[in-house]
């Protein structure tokens, strides 16, 4: 491993990558093609190697929440289709065009705009529009058939711009009342059968994310949305209980001990507030990783972290960049491997467990994970 100076960092598994992909496809229909969502920074896996991974292994587009995202992967490289799910400000459609990133789009004017800027560029690409449908998510997209056909009307008049997608997002697909989910998928085909009724041939066609692709894969059309799962996480635990896919965590959060001390002589306080009162003779173990890294500051006096194949406690708040453990009575020494989130010998912190601790969910708790951690890919176990 090249030498990190400061030595946390995250291990990403691109064999479990290829694993939860391969499971996914297995259960979904054969026609319908994968989309990997690889925005925020891959869920805080890294986006442009998990982007290369998971189009090299079944999946074949990519989404993104903004342009920046996109362009991103653009620039190293990637030419594989790109999806931008969030909304875009019409000031940037030429940008767009240029990168030959795909935008989502549910105004009509925005649309009549976006083809006046342009027509007025000259441009030589045309811009993707995906549609997108409001049936229950209540962020954006169209939300009544009158506001679909200005939509489509404007789309499908328009030089600069082409028709390649249509979609709708399920805000329950993860909870065991199926009733919303069937509702949204409902009006989303109503609003699809209007649509062919008017004469328009249809686009790609796609509504699952990870929950609904493996509670519903009936579902599934012409592509799925597939997020947190190909990271190995699973959206609930109503999906998980499901047990219809196998998934296999990605990531692994470590570091290695800066400094260890025995209480035994002394000042007794630990960290900010001294919120700690170490006993004498305790072992504490200062960690190179705080709130600064994405180790939240409510697990201060509450996480834990595997040290020698056991659980230790974080003792003290957590500071930016530093965080505290007790190793009891136990042995440890400065440059000891300790991992935050993963496995060590039999004992697992899993993502899951702490996102439970902190009363949120592991979408939020993996990619919330800084850029100044390095990530290091793993493949059959060697790195790169
Ligand atoms: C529009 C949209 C999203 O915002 C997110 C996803 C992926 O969701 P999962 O991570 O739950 O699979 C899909 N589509």
Redesign the pocket.
């Known amino acids: 491993m090249e030498n990190l100076c400061r030595e946390t960092w995250i291990e990403v598994n691109l064999d479990a990558i290829e694993n939860n992909l391969r499971a996914i496809r297995r259960h979904i229909p054969k026609k319908s093609k994968i989309?990997a969502?690889v925005?925020a920074n891959a869920?805080g896996h890294g986006s442009v190697e998990v982007a290369r991974h998971t189009l090299e292994n079944g999946a074949s587009e990519l989404?993104v929440?903004s342009l920046k995202e996109a362009i991103v992967l653009r620039k190293a490289g990637i030419t594989e289709p790109i999806l931008v799910?969030?909304f875009t400000s019409v000031g940037c459609v030429k940008e767009a065009a240029v990168w030959n990133v795909e935008l989502t789009a549910f105004q009509a004017d925005w649309i009549k705009e976006a083809n006046r800027i342009l027509t007025k560029e000259v441009m030589t690409n045309q811009l993707a529009i995906h549609i997108?449908v409001d049936t229950g998510?209540g962020?954006i997209g169209v939300r009544t058939k009158e506001e679909l056909l200005a939509s489509v009307e404007a789309l499908t008049t328009s030089k600069f711009l082409r028709w390649s997608g249509i979609?709708t997002?399920f805000s329950t697909?993860?909870e065991p009342d199926t009733r919303l989910t069937r509702l949204q998928h409902n009006l989303f085909i109503s609003f699809l059968r209007f649509l062919e009724r008017q004469g328009f041939e249809l686009p790609t066609v796609h509504m699952n994310?990870?929950?609904a692709?493996i509670a519903f894969p009936e579902f599934s059309a012409d592509m799925i949305?597939?997020?947190?799962?190909?990271y190995g996480l699973y959206?609930s635990t109503h999906i998980k209980q499901l047990k219809l896919v196998k998934l296999e965590p990605v990531l692994s959060l470590k570091t290695r001990i800066s400094y260890v001390k025995n209480m035994m002589t002394g000042p007794p306080s630990i960290s900010y507030g001294a919120a700690y009162i170490a006993k004498i003779g305790e072992v504490i173990a200062t960690l190179p990783i705080g709130y600064a890294d994405g180790y939240s500051r409510a697990l201060s006096n509450r996480g834990f972290v595997l040290h020698r194949g056991r659980r230790v406690p974080v003792v003290g708040r957590v500071t930016m960049d530093f965080l505290m453990v007790s190793l009891g009575d136990g042995e440890g020494k400065q440059g000891d491997e300790v991992v935050i989130y993963g496995r060590q010998n039999e004992a697992e912190i899993s993502v899951d467990e702490v996102a439970e601790m902190l009363g949120t969910i592991n979408?939020e708790v993996v990619s919330t994970l800084s850029r100044r951690i390095p990530r290091l890919f793993i493949k059959n176990e060697s790195n790169h």
Do not use: E, F
């Not at 949305?225 to 190909?230: A, K, Q, V």
């Open positions: 989309m969502v925005k869920y989404a929440a799910l969030g997108n998510m962020r979609y997002h697909a993860d994310n990870t929950a692709a949305r597939l997020g947190i799962g190909l959206p979408y």
